[in-house]
């Protein structure tokens, strides 16, 4: 779903899932110039806390670091980077996307 709404929105998926001994970031993609690393979350309506809360720094520097990994091993190093959160909220049938662009 969330791989969907991005290219509807005009980016290139690069790598969904990507792992290594650092982690895993959950879609890779690319925005005109920009290699982009977005981070999903997906709740349900009747959670206390909401998705974009639970990004805290401790994960906000773990995808840094896996951004400076793919980046190296892909070679993207002459890319901007920019770091995104893709929120999903289930609420029965219906679901509700949200986007932050540069999220931190």
């Given at each position: 779903m969330a791989a969907?709404?991005?290219?509807?929105?005009g980016f290139k998926i690069l790598d969904t899932n990507f792992r290594c001994a650092i982690g895993e970031i959950d879609i890779v993609a690319k925005e005109k110039d920009a290699i982009v690393f977005i981070e999903v979350k997906t709740r349900k309506s009747d959670n206390?806390?909401?998705p974009f809360e639970?990004?805290?720094?401790?994960?906000?520097?773990k995808i840094r670091d896996?951004?400076?990994y793919y980046i190296q091993e892909k070679d993207y190093?002459?890319?901007?980077?920019k770091f995104d959160v893709l929120s999903i909220v289930r609420d029965g049938q219906n679901n509700k996307i949200e986007y932050?662009?540069?999220a931190f």
């Open positions: 969907k709404y991005l290219k509807s929105n206390l806390a909401g639970s990004i805290g720094k401790r994960k906000q520097n896996l951004a400076e190093s002459d890319c901007e980077i932050i662009a540069n």
